[in-house]
């Protein structure tokens, strides 16, 4: 059972301009939901995370929004950089408990 | 380094064959995780440790998979009877107390044939 979806499996933008990538989950237990980046040959790396009890967090270029009533989440970066072309993954847990992921959405930012 | 270490990076081995990794979580962090992952497809949760003992198992997680942390702080995960379908990359990941980042190791791909 999918329990974090992203449907996007990839996306491409232009350095400068703004990338969305967006991710539903069905589980409304869920309280807690990070965004990671991933690199080839490498493991995840941790972005940025959001509590259910909020709606919105920021860190420098990233920006995580949280809709609950919808089950939805979307990370912005902006501007967008050739560097930030990676895999990210969308994840969320419950309680602590084991935490899902999403198949993952791969950015490519062209210069 | 002070990041989760796994070894090896690569694993290649023949159906039916015994396999064991290794990861060296970040040296305070008391919980510790496996996850495996397919191509195109995210992280999969296997299994979590916190300190020694074993809290969680998945039901991906078949009998063919055992995985210790003895001392609680290095873990091995042994895939016994290796199958086609255990072709994967096995990630390990640990965090610190009640903080929900994990901060994963670069994984062992492991490759049956």
């Given at each position: 059972d999918q329990q974090v979806k992203q449907n996007s499996p990839s996306l491409s933008v232009q350095e400068g301009r703004i990338s969305i990538l967006n991710c539903d989950y069905t589980?409304?237990?869920?309280?807690y939901f990070l965004w990671y980046k991933k690199y080839p040959a490498e493991g995840p790396t941790f972005l940025i995370s959001i509590s259910s009890i909020k709606d919105k967090n920021e860190d420098g270029r990233f920006t995580v929004f949280l809709n609950k009533s919808a089950k939805h989440l979307s990370l912005h970066i902006?501007?967008?950089?050739?560097?930030?072309?990676a895999v990210y993954f969308c994840a969320a847990s419950a309680h602590n408990n084991d935490m899902r992921f999403g198949a993952g959405t791969r950015l490519t930012v062209k210069p | 380094d002070t990041g989760v270490s796994q070894n090896p990076r690569h694993k290649i081995t023949k159906r039916g064959q015994n396999v064991t990794f290794r990861c060296d979580p970040i040296?305070?962090?008391n919980r510790l995780y496996w996850y495996r992952q397919t191509l195109g497809q995210g992280p999969e949760f296997l299994t979590y440790f916190q300190n020694e003992a074993q809290l969680e198992k998945s039901r991906l997680l078949s009998d063919r998979f055992s995985a210790e942390r003895p001392k609680g702080s290095f873990s091995t995960l042994e895939i016994q009877r290796?199958?086609?379908?255990?072709?994967a990359m096995y990630l390990c990941a640990s965090s610190l107390g009640d903080d929900e980042k994990l901060f994963f190791g670069s994984g062992t791909q492991l490759s049956v044939l």
């Open positions: 589980n409304s237990m869920f309280d902006v501007p967008s950089q050739p560097g930030d072309s | 040296s305070e962090h290796t199958e086609q379908g255990d072709s």
